[in-house]
């Protein structure tokens, strides 16, 4: 069973920066840390968990939600099995609960589109505040 813990985030005001990691391990083999589509997801009281940055382990490759595209860079280190999501430029709206997620893929097929129907790791979540 795979499991996930963020940790960092915090406050911070407007423009400023904040950065949140996600330690994953129970992999069963190292390896298989290389065949995962690795996300970022936050929630807003009332709604439903939103992806908003992705990075398949396998190939490196990266999505990124309009909301975010510039001012979020995710970053992975698959020797340690961190996942890291530094945040620049924050708003208000960059406000919620964030959430690392994760889920298994030979081929990274979907890892661009993020729905949270289809993973099946969570963490625990940590709080992000913005204040204008």
């Known amino acids: 069973q795979v499991q996930l813990e963020e940790s960092g985030g915090g406050s911070a005001q407007a423009g400023g920066s904040l950065r949140v990691s996600c330690v994953a391990s129970?992999?069963?083999?190292?390896?298989?840390?290389?065949?995962?589509?690795m996300a970022w997801f936050r929630q807003i009281p009332g709604n439903q968990r939103e992806g908003i940055a992705t990075?398949?382990?396998?190939?490196?490759?990266?999505f990124y939600a309009d909301s975010v595209k510039g001012r979020f860079t995710i970053s992975q280190d698959n020797s340690k099995g961190i996942l890291d999501l530094q945040m620049d430029d924050l708003k208000p709206e960059d406000s919620g609960v964030y959430y690392c997620?994760?889920?298994?893929?030979?081929?990274?097929?979907?890892?661009?589109?993020?729905?949270?129907?289809?993973?099946?790791?969570w963490g625990q979540g940590t709080q992000v505040t913005v204040s204008s």
């Open positions: 997620a994760a889920r298994r893929s030979s081929t990274g097929d979907g890892c661009n589109t993020p729905d949270e129907r289809d993973f099946g790791n």
């Open positions: 990075i398949y382990t396998r190939s490196g490759s990266i």
């Open positions: 129970g992999f069963t083999y190292v390896r298989y840390y290389t065949r995962y589509c």
